[in-house]
């Protein structure tokens, strides 16, 4: 190595004290090294403590956290032994963080500017006159539209990506040599994800800096990282060039990984990876991940395994680096997902449901004033008994908004939602009769909001029993168990509160509260978007093993297009609560396609180093649909011209129940866009 | 944002004008009225009927309503029932007496408080955190005439450095009130400091452990900074109507306090307008408390609609 690395952290241990005084580690002896202008990804599930090691970089532990043992060294001094005031010096300065969560990390009552303005004052030398003009220029690197405008925005008055540009924006102020990034696209839309990492990466190459990126999201670490660290309950079981542990890693952990990723050309389901890793903090004498591994031997249990070299450059944490190649690591291994009779009757029916939240005060209405266009309108769908029906757009696509509706959450402004194709039902749920609400049931998105953290999961569970069924006594426990098993989760499970359960764990058992009141149709509003993946992997599997065996009709909402995929029959495809283009999924996903289908598609970050996600469109936050034309003419790439912006587009077939909302004639769309 | 505070300021207008309506309606429900009252054991017969005459008792309830509304709004609450003294004289001195005690204690009370509770929640779980909780709990849980008696025990009789009750009459000059009034300044100003200062605590400590503190912190922003730019104005918002509350009840006049002390305000003037069966004046004070209630409120509505840029624009959308 030319240069002497700027971020090395050598035998990092961190741990918090539990109960008894005893230290339980959280980090266990990590190494790592970053040079200027390199980048690592660290890639780990929830717990692995991975955000502990990027906070840790800065010098920073949570509240409860010590630093057990080992060094920080950035720029050849260790971050722990310095000052507090040489700390506030390098922190937002020569050492830059952009945080997961920028709605949350930026002061909700300072404006942008004034929060910019503080890092250049702190760290920036020029003088304060010139402070507005660079923070105008900070704004416009990051591609934020109108920046002179944005500076005098509070943070809630920005859109995610753009908050996240922001925060890309201020630690860019303070000219950092080295910037660490914990999970900084997580929670965003694909297509906004993939503008945020073009430009993290163009800046990386321009500016020079030496990286350290955390993510989850092996697709994320493929785009912009050289190097990859695998954490497996805070130790480094993996690390190696970025492409090489994509294509053949040299850890079972890490090929199990990306077994569980699905792709959008997957035909089957991911496999899941069975088991969870082991607490933070709990002992363990063997390798870590020996519980969960197909390759784990005796001696697997009882010795710790040293870092070893494997396949490659790569180095591995593994007893037996030679077989690992024997777990295979294409996705879309597991189950084959169940499909559904063309054929089957329609379970529920949309008729042009329109849905606005603005409700036309008294004077508007007086004064006749025009409304503004409804957030969802003219949705027409049906969904066939035991189909599942995708939804996919990006946020404020009003997926959620039409879930709501149906389930009775929200009543429409206009349109009618039928059961089958001939019973009417009530717009709100106080206006269902019983059986037509037990007919239909929500999985909610996360199951830490949705589950009553005082009740058991016996108590969560009986009550659609009682309710439903009005089961008591032994009939009801048997159920109970019944309903654990079908979710795989045993009976033990009965007395645990939410609290005690992991997040796939909580999400199963909403699942199977669903599932107790024995329903024709289950919504479902991205229910795997808060999981880890190999966990998703497994809820995938549960959903189809239970499409399969009750006949059950889904309406399945992700911003996700590969689960998507696998597990629906058909696909809608949604713009600013308008539908673009619905029909089979394979038609949906091959040509020809709406724009709009085609710029999500295209966007899709896959955990593959050749594969270079293609930016079609700006992104870029739009508040309400446009009044007349087509919902999409703000964005789209391939503008037919000015009939866009009257006329509504009309409705084309395509065969198959395939259908396209656009003025531009089906050859046009033949052909992908841009290539 | 200027619609907004004209619609809150119209709905706080309706509120009072239907406290007026129950206030009246409250009294009218009442056996006997201020005849009845003034007249005791001769309220038989002619004398009466003839003090009702005078009174304008019985003139029907809604003409009444409407003369005594009308007054009202003049500030002229037309005459007591005893005294025959006019309402507004009688009431005029206790209101700015009451309000010299709540400014007395408000001055002192709301910047301790926001320091007490700051610092209790920057060195949380410490002996500093324990003593000031565990002080604003006493302050809270003991009844105000048992601390203001131990107040007047120790301070007034055993060290004897201030009077331990107000004899200046209720029309002196506000100075008059000085050595006499700060006792009972004393025991409001505890009152008010426990209650804002857990609110500003446990606030404070929110603030300190959110995402946007760490940002800070990892910005390079130093502590102080962090603590009075970045923490506190996020801290404070919702403190603003625990204080809003607290000074509506100073300025309603603080009852068991002023009896105790024998301070000539609202307090002591309902007190004994209530023994002496003086309708008019229980009315007028009532209403008059009401109406600071809700005024009080409306202000930090309004406060914290302007502090709270959230707050703020979620309101301008769903107008």
Request: proline share 6%; with cysteine.
């Amino acid at each position: 190595m030319a240069n002497p690395p700027l971020i090395d952290i050598r035998k990092l241990c961190i741990g918090f004290s539990g109960r008894g005084g005893t230290i339980l580690p959280v980090l266990h002896d990590v190494d790592l090294a970053v040079c200027r202008g390199e980048s690592l990804g660290i890639v780990g599930e929830s717990g692995s403590g991975k955000s502990t090691l990027a906070l840790a970089a800065m010098g920073y532990l949570k509240h409860g956290l010590e630093k057990i043992d080992g060094e920080v060294i950035y720029d050849g001094v260790d971050m722990f032994a310095r000052s507090p005031k040489e700390l506030q010096r390098i922190r937002g300065g020569k050492l830059g963080l952009i945080p997961q969560n920028s709605g949350q990390s930026l002061t909700p009552t300072l404006r942008i500017g004034q929060q910019i303005d503080e890092v250049l004052h702190l760290h920036c030398t020029l003088p304060k006159a010139l402070h507005e003009a660079r923070a105008i220029d900070l704004l416009t690197q990051v591609r934020l539209p109108d920046p002179r405008a944005i500076l005098r925005r509070y943070p809630h008055e920005l859109s995610g990506g753009q908050q996240q540009r922001v925060a890309i924006a201020m630690a860019l102020a303070g000219e950092p040599d080295a910037l660490l990034l914990d999970e900084p696209t997580t929670g965003l839309d694909v297509t906004t994800q993939a503008h945020i990492l073009d430009l993290l990466r163009e800046l990386a190459v321009t500016r020079k800096m030496a990286m350290v990126y955390v993510s989850h999201d092996l697709g994320v670490i493929a785009r912009v990282c050289d190097r990859v660290l695998v954490l497996y309950a805070g130790e480094t079981v993996l690390i190696g060039p970025a492409a090489e542990v994509l294509r053949d890693p040299a850890h079972p952990y890490a090929r199990a990984l990306l077994a569980s990723i699905p792709r959008l050309c997957d035909q089957q389901l991911p496999r899941a990876l069975n088991g969870r890793p082991p607490s933070p903090g709990s002992h363990h004498h063997g390798c870590a991940f020996a519980q969960r591994c197909a390759l784990a031997t005796e001696t697997c249990r009882t010795e710790r395994p040293p870092m070893t070299a494997g396949a490659g450059s790569q180095s591995t944490r593994c007893l037996y680096p030679d077989r690992v190649s024997e777990i295979d690591i294409r996705g879309g291994g597991g189950a084959v997902p169940m499909v559904c009779p063309a054929d089957s009757p329609p379970a529920l029916t949309l008729k042009d449901v329109t849905i606005r939240y603005q409700r036309p005060s008294l004077l508007a209405r007086l004064r006749h004033r025009a409304l503004n266009p409804a957030t969802v309108e003219g949705i027409s769908l049906t969904l066939r008994h035991g189909e599942s029906l995708g939804m996919v757009g990006e946020s404020g696509s009003g997926k959620s908004t039409i879930l709501k509706a149906i389930a009775g959450l929200l009543a429409p402004a206009e349109g009618q939602i039928l059961l089958d194709d001939n019973t009417l039902l009530g717009t709100t749920v106080e206006r269902r009769r019983p059986d037509q609400l037990r007919r239909l049931q929500i999985v909610f998105q996360n199951p830490d909001a949705s589950l009553n953290p005082r009740q058991s999961v016996a108590e969560i569970l009986s009550q659609p029993l009682r309710l439903y069924f009005g089961l008591r006594g032994e009939a009801l426990q048997d159920r109970m168990v019944a309903l654990l098993d079908a979710v795989r989760l045993g009976a033990s499970y009965l007395d645990r509160r939410p609290g005690q359960l992991s997040g796939g764990e909580k999400q199963r058992v909403a699942v199977a509260r669903a599932f107790a009141a024995d329903p024709r149709i289950v919504l479902c509003d991205e229910i795997t978007s808060a999981l880890d993946v190999s966990v998703q992997a497994a809820v995938l599997e549960l959903l189809n093993d239970l499409k399969r065996v009750h006949g059950t009709a889904f309406i399945f909402v992700s911003h996700n297009l590969a689960i998507v995929r696998v597990l629906s029959d058909r696909v809608a495809v949604l713009y600013q609560g308008r539908l673009c283009e619905i029909g089979p999924t394979a038609a949906v996903y091959s040509q020809p396609s709406h724009p709009y289908t085609e710029v999500l598609l295209s966007a899709v970050l896959e955990p593959d180093p050749d594969h270079a996600p293609r930016l079609l469109t700006e992104d870029r936050a739009e508040l309400s649909p446009p009044e007349r034309g087509c919902p999409f003419q703000r964005r789209c790439p391939v503008k037919a011209g000015a009939i866009c912006e009257t006329d509504a587009p009309p409705w084309q077939e395509t065969g198959n129940g395939h259908a396209i909302r656009c003025h531009l004639p089906l050859t046009a769309l033949q052909n992908r866009i841009c290539g | 944002m200027f619609a907004l505070i004209v619609r809150r300021l119209a709905l706080g207008l309706i509120t009072i004008g239907l406290v007026s309506v129950i206030i009246f309606l409250g009294v009218e429900a009442l056996p006997g009225d201020a005849c009845t009252a003034v007249l005791e054991r001769d309220a038989v017969g002619e004398a009466l009927e003839k003090c009702r005459e005078t009174m304008g008792l019985n003139t029907p309830a809604l003409t009444r309503y409407g003369a005594w509304i009308g007054g009202a709004l003049h500030g002229d609450f037309g005459l007591s029932a005893n005294g025959q003294e006019r309402i507004s004289d009688l009431v005029g001195f206790r209101v700015r007496n009451s309000l010299l005690l709540a400014a007395g204690a408000l001055s002192v009370g709301i910047p301790l408080a926001l320091c007490l509770g700051t610092l209790a929640a920057l060195r949380r779980d410490t002996w500093v955190d324990i003593l000031f909780s565990t002080g604003a709990i006493l302050a809270m849980t003991i009844p105000e005439f048992v601390a203001a008696t131990l107040l007047i025990l120790i301070f007034a009789i055993w060290l004897g450095w201030v009077p331990a009750i107000v004899l200046t009459p209720a029309d002196a000059q506000p100075l008059e009130f000085f050595p006499e009034f700060i006792l009972a300044a004393v025991v409001l100003t505890m009152l008010m400091v426990a209650h804002i200062m857990r609110m500003v605590r446990s606030s404070m400590i929110d603030a300190m452990a959110s995402d946007y503190v760490q940002m800070a912190t990892l910005k390079g922003v130093p502590y102080w900074r962090i603590v009075f730019r970045h923490a506190l104005p996020n801290a404070l918002l919702p403190a603003i109507n625990v204080i809003a509350l607290t000074v509506a009840w100073l300025l309603g006049g603080v009852v068991v306090v002023e009896v105790v002390f024998n301070y000539p305000g609202l307090g002591r003037l309902l007190v004994d307008a209530i023994s002496g069966r003086d309708l008019p004046v229980v009315q007028a004070i009532t209403m008059i408390v009401a109406a600071t209630y809700v005024g009080v409120n409306l202000f930090a509505d309004i406060l914290s609609l302007a502090l709270n840029p959230r707050l703020r624009s979620h309101q301008m959308r769903v107008r």
